[in-house]
């Protein structure tokens, strides 16, 4: 599904990847795991598009997707979600998902005066939308509050919310368990699990906690150092004294 080859991108002459290459299989729940410093967030900004990289080409599917601008890769299927959540916190949960479908009909001025029926028509079907993905989230009770007043892991429900609005092929999370508490957390695993089962959604996961990512994730890919290291099962991710040493240091211990 996604295609990254010899991938180089430097930071005042500082190298965060350094010859990166990786695929992300279709269907697949992919880990990505590595140290800090490893390049994984920087990646993840060369895939989505927030971030040009000095070399190398980014493939989703056949399309070579490496000089498209990020707005651009969406409509073909690619969306991702950050580590710290980007909601309109003045906004409600359901307003946070109705205004993410683009090229609305009453986004024009003109519109709003001549095309009011289309306009209604149009914004009935995404408010059914909206209701579709509340309830797969469970998040129907809190639809009307803020979005800035929701707690983390209730965030990070929305930011997953707001990708399926964008009806993706392929989402990148980028550490969707950070600042979760282990209820929501719970909750938050269920649905990638089930949209990758039941809608068929790939996904690739940045995340630092290694239950969720033994429990979701096959293959794990790791890096270090802006490259790929080994992937594998987790399992045998363990057991790679690279792993360890990447980690911990020599003689470090990863279990």
Not at 35 to 64: H, Q
Not at 153 to 173: D, F, H, I, N, S
Not at 230 to 238: E, F, L
């Amino acid at each position: 599904m996604i295609v990254v080859e010899n991938i180089h991108k430097s930071f005042g002459g500082v190298a965060a990847l350094d010859g990166c290459s990786l695929s992300v299989i279709a269907g697949a729940i992919t880990g990505l795991i590595g140290p800090n410093g490893a390049g994984k967030s920087t990646l993840f900004d060369v895939i989505a598009g927030t971030s040009p990289p000095n070399s190398g080409t980014v493939r989703l599917g056949s399309v070579d997707i490496t000089a498209l601008a990020a707005h651009d890769r969406v409509p073909l299927g690619l969306v991702r979600t950050f580590q710290v959540p980007q909601e309109f916190p003045q906004l409600s949960v359901r307003e946070n998902l109705m205004v993410v479908p683009a090229d609305q009909t009453g986004e024009n001025l003109l519109a709003t005066w001549f095309a009011r029926r289309r306009i209604e028509a149009e914004e009935e079907r995404i408010r059914s939308k909206v209701d579709d993905v509340l309830a797969f989230l469970s998040l129907g009770d809190l639809a009307d509050a803020a979005a800035g007043t929701l707690s983390g892991g209730q965030k990070k429900l929305l930011e997953l919310g707001r990708t399926m609005m964008c009806e993706p092929k392929v989402v990148l999370l980028d550490e969707p368990g950070a600042g979760v508490n282990r209820f929501l957390l719970t909750r938050l695993t269920d649905a990638i699990r089930r949209l990758n089962r039941e809608r068929g959604y790939t996904f690739c996961i940045i995340e630092h906690d290694m239950d969720v990512v033994a429990e979701l994730c096959d293959p794990v890919i790791v890096m270090t150092e802006g490259r790929v290291l080994t992937q594998g099962t987790m399992d045998a991710v363990r057991r790679d004294a690279r792993v360890r040493d990447a980690y911990f240091g020599v003689g470090g211990d990863a279990a």
